[in-house]
Nanobody, 121 residues
């Protein structure tokens, strides 16, 4: 019913930048939140950044001041601009969306397949 397609991952040197994109498509009645999580090898998945409603943003402490989340509300696309990347940012980054597909249904959590970000020299 809802698909999330991520793009923009890759290999970057420490101090470099990457921009991730995630487009949501399908049967979308309303969108409560969209954002990004990440999972590093051997670690649990953690929240990176999220946009709740229109304009309210949250960031993990580890990325504040370096990452910026933004959204094209008309296109249901969320972006994550990642600057000053560090080796510890290496992880698979997953797009997440809380979406209601029709007014009679509860919101559901949807996940993208993930995109790998590797920060290494």
């Amino acid at each position: 019913q809802v698909q999330l397609v991520e793009s923009g991952g890759g290999l970057v040197q420490p101090g470099g930048s990457l921009r991730l994109s995630c487009a949501a498509s399908g049967s979308i009645f309303s969108r409560a939140a969209m954002g990004w999580y990440r999972q590093a090898p051997g670690k649990e998945r953690e929240l990176v950044s999220i946009i709740i409603g229109i304009g309210r943003t949250n960031y993990a402490d580890s990325v504040k001041g370096r990452f910026t989340i933004s959204m094209d509300y008309a296109e249901n696309t969320v972006y994550l601009q990642m600057n000053s990347l560090k080796p510890e940012d290496t992880a698979v980054y997953y797009c997440n969306a809380r979406i209601r597909t029709n007014p009679l249904m509860a919101e559901m959590n949807y996940w993208g397949k993930g995109t790998l970000v590797t920060v290494s020299s």
